[in-house]
Each structure stands twice: as C-alpha cells, then as structure tokens.
C-alpha cells in the first residue's frame, strides 16, 4: 500500500524484517535510527509499518517519518 503525504513523499508498507524495535529506537534496514521520542513517529493506523521517505525510495537513509502499529503502550 503506497500512501502519498505531500508532493514527493510517498510512504509505503514496510516489510516486518525492515523494522527492528532496539533500546534506542527503531532501527530501518538502511541503517537510519529513529529514537522512540522522534516526533517522525506516527500510531499507524493498521497492524503494519509504513516508512515515508523522499520520492517513496526504499533505500533512502532520510525518513519524513515511520508509522508504527500499536504494541498496546
């Protein structure tokens, strides 16, 4: 599911293996971290992650932002 934000940015479902929840915050397979406080992360509004980056390109280490499902917080 490609969901467009603004003009350029697309955001799209993230594989489950492309997320990992660590100590620090939410680490992307391109290696780009997002701290659990970063205002970038959205509820999702699905069981899924969705990433928006730039142009919707997957290997882009710059997230606008990561929705994140509910884990019940």
Do not use: W
Request: charged residues 25%; proline residues 8%.
């Amino acid at each position: 599911m490609t969901l467009p934000v603004a003009a350029g940015v697309d955001c799209y479902q993230a594989p489950p293996s492309d997320v990992k929840e660590t100590k620090y915050g939410y680490q992307l397979s391109t290696g780009e971290l997002i701290p659990y406080s970063d205002h970038r992360i959205k509820r999702s509004r699905d069981e899924n992650f969705h990433e928006c980056k730039p142009g919707g390109d997957m290997k882009s280490q710059h997230s606008f932002c990561l929705y994140v499902p509910d884990r019940g917080m």
